[in-house]
């Protein structure tokens, strides 16, 4: 049913930036993932929120470490999230994940994991100094 492929992730140096990208079939096949959002995982790190986006009206959060340099967008027309990271720092060094949920997502709510229906298989960003 749906499915969600990530690509984009690389190895670039500090300061560099990359765009992530995630094609999620669920808006074709008609799921309402209310909530998009990007989480990342770092070696010996429990997985953790980067950004959200609520897709009935495009709202977006971010957590505080990221805030002021990364950007997430939905590309409705092709069902695809994007994920722009700028100013990358080591400490950016992570597998990164798309999720897909029915929850409401925003400032005012930051999702858990268990919120979240759908995920991708993940794609490495490695920054080095």
């Known amino acids: 049913q749906v499915q969600l492929v990530e690509s984009g992730g690389g190895s670039v140096q500090a300061g560099g930036s990359l765009r992530l990208s995630c094609a999620a079939s669920?808006?074709?096949?008609?799921?309402?993932?209310?909530?998009m959002a990007w989480f990342r995982q770092a070696l010996g790190k429990e997985r953790e929120g980067v950004a959200t986006?609520?897709?009935?009206?495009?709202?977006?959060a971010y957590d505080d470490s990221v805030k002021g340099r990364f950007t997430i967008s939905q590309d409705i027309a092709n069902d695809t999230v994007y994920l722009q990271m700028n100013d990358l720092k080591p400490e950016d060094t992570a597998m990164y994940y798309c999720?897909?949920?029915?929850?409401?997502?925003?400032?005012?709510?930051?999702?858990?994991?268990?919120?979240?229906?759908?995920w991708g298989q993940g794609t490495q960003v490695t920054v080095s100094s």
């Open positions: 986006i609520y897709t009935n009206d495009a709202s977006t």
């Open positions: 669920a808006y074709g096949y008609g799921y309402s993932a209310h909530c």
């Open positions: 999720a897909a949920g029915r929850t409401y997502c925003g400032e005012s709510y930051w999702p858990h994991r268990a919120d979240f229906d759908f």
